[in-house]
């Protein structure tokens, strides 16, 4: 196999109840690229299509997350990229997460497999650290691995599947407008009550209950955030009445997609969800602002091969 | 029905990774309780045996705990307590916990039962409140309703059962000195570190987790507390010392039981905690301090009839 062409989803991470945690993938929207070994050991992105990003293989996540799993399998040859960039970077949806799980996928295919799903996961966190101050897995861990997704702990790495309830779908908006991931990390407190710190404990604890319960209701009553949201929803132009109308039409839940400015929603069944994107979408509208909005089942598919 | 003996067991709440959210029976250990139909109606505390409690109804948990029940189910008759202390107040294993259980079930037997098991935790936990400063029902849930249990919200009160996996033991030793639910409250920080508000949450998730797929191990590493322990550790005589001894034999985790000054393990199979047992309670004969230890089955069994 020398090219291989795969599609990496975009994804919602924090998902209202698991600040730095939780994520899971939006099969809708996501990057592809093809990745092609040449005979030169280096790295060239030769191309770049949709929203622009670096061609400097030192800026640029795809071949930032690559680089010290390169150093480690040392293969005998070098990889091309060429990126079509999908996901507009600072969106709140797991863009660099996306493509770093996209080169790191790839370049594991192209070799032949030898990586674990979980030292995958950690190649890929070397290319989130760029675009963001710390060091997390809640974007790639679920672009790579599909599904709701938790990741235990940071360091030793340790991430859960959860189990996705069959009939789970989410909508997405995505403003047009960058929430820098460093700027939105930086307008958090550093310390919270420990009130809401125990009401969070419990909360994310009946998240992970519900699941394996397929309780769809006590699901609805987990997806909320004490200690994040209030801080970063005034970066969001219409923030509450979006979260309002979700709620209003039977999203069993609503909230910031990552560092934002994307909104999520989560619902039982297609219908609410694309309910709700023709209600928000009529709202936007008189926001000013352009943005895409997504409808996506919680699929178990992560990042995946389109073609050889 | 004019009599009811109950036996209400001694609980161990918290669990390190669940603060005022997470508690379970200790089934070896509780308070018992002859409660009388009286034609007077009144309440009347006319016994107290084991560890002194007061006689006083407007100060005694058992009966403070039934004061508001009885407005509402307005009984025609009185009620005569006779109590048999088991369990040392202060303890940290639900010592008032227990006693506000058994009164509020005998009394509910004694009428026919005519309240669900979350209406008697709401009663319950009006006893509990006289002993501590803050309203929580992570002694009386477990006590009243068994298992492994999880305190969702205060308010509105929602309670989930979790899984309890059939094989899990705990080791409790209780050093006869008396710590305050309310000092050992007031030593906790108002606020604490939003890192480690994240790494809490993600503790307790996984812990949710392991409890559904039964994976002893990943229950082990979900034992941790990074919030409490280290403030009301410095209450408890030799308290790194016992934890080093339960770690280092087998226990999946080890921390303080409630507000203090008891401390627990959990064991997989009940040899682990009796080996436990032994080992600790050999320490704890050098510290000069008087205390009684128990090994006991996580069990589905809370508060129970002995005889009517």
Redesign the interface.
Same mark, same amino acid.
């Given at each position: 196999m020398n090219q291989i062409k795969v599609f990496s989803p975009a994804t919602v991470s924090n998902v209202a109840?698991?600040?730095?945690?939780l994520g899971f993938p939006i099969d809708s929207i996501g990057d592809e690229m093809i990745v092609r070994k040449t005979k030169k050991k280096s790295l060239v992105i030769s191309n770049v299509t949709g929203y622009s990003v670096p061609l400097d293989i030192d800026k640029n996540v795809s071949t930032i997350a690559v680089k010290k799993m390169i150093e480690q399998l040392k293969p005998d040859c070098g990889f091309d990229f060429n990126i079509k960039k999908n996901i507009i970077p600072g969106s709140g949806i797991g863009s660099s997460g996306s493509s770093a799980s996209a080169s790191v996928y790839a370049i594991n295919k192209l070799l032949g497999s030898p990586l674990s799903e979980i030292e995958m996961v950690t190649y890929a966190m070397k290319g989130e650290v760029a675009s963001s101050i710390t060091e997390h897995a809640d974007n790639v861990a679920p672009a790579l691995m599909g599904g709701l997704v938790? +990741? *235990? =702990?940071i360091s030793p790495l $340790?991430i859960?599947k959860?189990p996705t309830p069959k009939d789970l779908y989410c909508f997405v908006i995505n403003p047009k407008i960058e929430v820098k991931t460093s700027y939105s990390r930086e307008i958090?407190?550093? $310390? +919270?009550? /420990?009130k =809401?710190?125990? *009401?969070?404990? =419990?909360?994310?604890? =009946?998240? +992970?209950?519900s699941l394996?319960t397929e309780d769809y209701e /006590?699901l609805g009553?987990?997806l909320n955030d004490y200690?994040i949201e209030k801080h970063r929803k005034k970066l969001i132009p219409l923030f509450d009445q979006i979260k309002g109308i979700a709620l209003n039409n039977g999203a069993l839940g609503c909230s910031i997609s990552g560092s934002g400015p994307s909104v999520f929603a989560l619902t039982k069944g297609i219908e609410k969800a694309n309910e709700i994107n023709l209600l928000v979408s009529d709202l936007y509208k008189t926001s000013g602002y352009d943005f895409s909005t997504y409808v996506s089942k919680i699929s178990e598919n992560g990042v995946r091969t389109l073609s050889i």
């Open positions: 109840c698991g600040f730095d945690i938790m +990741v *235990k =702990s $340790e859960l959860l958090l407190p550093k $310390e +919270v009550k /420990l =809401s710190a125990t *009401k969070q404990v =419990s909360t994310f604890g =009946s998240f +992970v209950h394996h /006590l009553r987990s200690l």
